[in-house]
């Protein structure tokens, strides 16, 4: 294997320029019908405008309509929205530099609850450069204006999250076999109401990876994280996590990756109430695509996370999360994102444990009227069984979508 046969055979699995230390999402789709991924193109510029409709059967994540009397006053638990916006995206390339882009803005209006009225989207630029004949550079900044989840919230308030984030990082073939991975990033949240919830996060981590043939990759992943709430040292926390890392593509249509580490997270300081972690994390994902019209994702985790930054304490989750796709005629394709969590919140001393046994399913049909013309139809079906009453829920919602492209 020559020196730059590395990058070639590593480059199908390096994180995305800018991405490199990812926050856990964990928002609920019946609340973010802007989620959907960024239809491939082999333009250098895009553009779309769309227009949607959502009817949710329990829009706040409440039990019953007792539970929606007491919170909001009234007995309905259903509501229509609508939404409209405009996106776009482009992808640049030189000799020695890519460069992405992608933008979007929406307006999102509710029939009933009205005060929930708000104006969202994202912004992301991210690029990469050849340093050097064996050093790639990594640099990405990313926004995100969004309604923050009912299913993460303990009240009926409307609470908008403004997040910024910058990633940077660095690829160096150190051999022929291997190479360094170092990563970084800062994150921003701010909630408009939820001011307790406001912090700042840095993550960094390091990854040695040697590729012991053109179809398999073996390394040792460390990561590295601290956040700092604006409001209230005693919540700080840092964290830190180690252990080995592979990828293994068996044959051209399945692949095999994983991580398995051991995590430690613990307060800054004494007299908080989180309770410090200490256990293995990880997960273990399959890539199978048995044809070019259909493909399989499934993915086995263990992980401590704040849910998106919408939670002050963290959960541990356990769950399965898998993403098949159908492209079922030339125009009409399917696809469906189906997980299944175990959250144990055991974090704060002195409260009773918490455990939720979460599930979504989000299914979509997309079909392509036109060149440009996309017509999407989707439902979600989410539920949430708990030791805490209370904390009980389910709700259906249906989605109607326009996309037109030019």
Do not use: C
Not at 262 to 272: A, F, K, N, V
């Amino acid at each position: 294997m020559n020196k730059t046969s590395v990058p070639a055979v590593i480059a199908a699995s390096t994180i995305a320029a800018g991405v490199l230390v990812a926050a856990s999402a964990h928002v609920a789709a019946a609340t973010d019908p802007f989620s959907r991924p960024a239809p491939s193109t082999t333009d250098p510029f895009q553009a779309e405008v769309f227009v949607g409709a959502t009817y949710d059967d329990n829009l706040f994540r409440l039990e019953n309509e007792e539970e929606a009397l007491d919170e909001i006053g009234d007995d309905q638990l259903e509501d229509w929205y609508y939404y409209y916006g405009a996106g776009f995206q482009g992808n640049f390339a030189g000799d020695r530099r890519r460069f992405a882009l992608d933008g979007q803005i929406y307006r999102q209006e509710f029939d009933e609850q009205g005060f929930l009225d708000h104006t969202g989207g994202r912004l992301n630029a991210n690029g990469e450069w050849a340093l050097s004949s064996d050093t790639d550079g990594l640099l990405g900044y990313g926004y995100q204006r969004r309604l923050q989840s009912f299913t993460n919230k303990a009240n009926t308030d409307k609470d908008v999250i403004d997040q910024h984030g910058f990633t940077a990082g660095i690829e160096h073939t150190l051999a022929q076999r291997w190479q360094l991975r170092l990563g970084g990033g800062w994150t921003d949240l701010d909630f408009s109401t939820s001011d307790f919830l406001d912090k700042e996060r840095i993550d960094a981590e390091a990854e040695i990876r040697y590729a012991a043939s053109q179809k398999s990759i073996f390394g040792l992943l460390a990561t590295w994280t601290q956040s700092d709430f604006d409001d209230g040292d005693t919540r700080d926390f840092s964290g830190w996590s180690v252990g080995p890392s592979f990828e293994w593509q068996l044959t051209s249509r399945f692949q095999l990756s994983a991580n398995i580490g051991y995590t430690h997270r613990g307060l800054d300081e004494s007299g908080g109430t989180l309770e410090d972690f200490d256990g293995v994390t990880g997960f273990v994902a399959a890539l199978w695509e048995p044809g070019e019209r259909f493909s399989h994702e499934l993915r086995a985790f263990r992980e401590i996370s704040n849910l998106g930054g919408e939670v002050s304490e963290y959960t541990k989750l356990t769950g399965v999360r898998w993403r098949p796709r159908w492209q079922l005629t030339p125009k009409l394709s399917t696809r469906l994102a189906l997980t299944f969590e175990e959250r144990d919140f055991t974090a704060i001393e002195g409260l009773p444990d918490r455990e939720d046994d979460y599930l979504l399913a989000d299914l979509w049909f997309d079909f392509d009227a036109t060149q440009r013309l996309l017509v999407s139809l989707g439902y979600t079906y989410e539920t949430r069984d708990s030791n805490e009453p209370e904390e009980e829920f389910d709700a259906h919602v249906f989605r109607g979508e326009l996309r037109f492209r030019f």
